[in-house]
């Protein structure tokens, strides 16, 4: 009897701490689903703050557009002196408010670029186009910048290369956003574009300079959101520092990659490396953002 007592209280036990264990368990399980339910509020949370500075972003930028457009086009009728002719020095003065407002322009546009990225907006239109061409559009578009510069614009000839399949706008705003940083940190010598073959399937875009040189510590951000160098020249010519970071979304986009290399008062060259063909994924990868 002894021995059938003392099995019936270790079953006993058992039954007293598997049903100790089960609630345990069931209070854990209460605790991760109400951790699992905060942090799905949490992302629904952060998806509309998300969701709401780029509506602002995008809403500030649209509303920007308008008076800017009409202070560059007043500018450009008193420059043109459809006024009557102006002094040396009132010409100086509307050709500043003129530079000012094309800059705070650019901001906005990197402004509504942003809002559009991160708000799925952004249609990727890839088509057949030679480089040339491309290439031929930039130098007449920077052409009316060198005007007093010590700078030389140079489009290298690439080597032969196929029709390019891709976003060519894109592409463009790229190399636009390269060439202007470029410029803007050379004070003289030269800023060099040009194109070749990277493997078999794919070309770089490269823009190298003469200009101050990025120091090593600071190339691996230059690439992210509102990062800029900190030098003398950069506190005098502000910028977003959105620039380089929409160069790297819009790469991404187009199945490609940015990247630079650069050294401290020898210069720097920024490069684009996209594939010939913009693939399928891609194209349906951008729409659906």
Known sequence: MDRTENMDQELTDLRAENAALRAELEETNQG????????DEQAEQLREVSELKSRFLSYMSHEFRTP???ILSMTRLLDDDMDGPLSVEQRKQVRFVSAAALELREM?????DLAKI??????????????????????????PLLEGRQVDLVFED????????????KLAQILRNFIS????????????????PEGEAEVRFSVHDTGIGIPQE????LFEDFVQVDTPLQKRLRGT?????????????????????????????????????????????????
């Open 32 to 39: 991760v689903l109400a951790l699992y339910a905060e942090l």
């Open 158 to 169: 690439p080597p032969p290369l196929p029709m390019l399949y891709t976003d060519d706008k």
């Open 118 to 143: 991160e708000a799925g907006r952004i249609t990727i239109s890839p088509a057949w186009f030679d480089l040339m061409d491309l290439f031929s559009a930039l130098r007449g578009m920077f052409r």
């Open 218 to 221: 600071m190339q691996a951000k």
């Open 181 to 196: 940083n470029a410029l803007k940190f050379t004070q003289e010598g030269h800023v060099r574009v040009s194109a070749r």
């Open 108 to 112: 906005v546009d990197d402004l509504l």
């Open 241 to 289: 520092g959105l620039g380089l970071s929409l160069c790297r979304r819009f790469a991404e986009l187009l199945g490609g990659r940015v990247g630079v290399e650069s050294a401290v008062g020898v210069g720097s060259e920024f490069f684009v490396v996209l594939p010939l063909k913009l693939a399928d994924e891609a194209i349906e990868a951008g729409d659906a953002r």
């Open 68 to 70: 800017l457009g009409s």
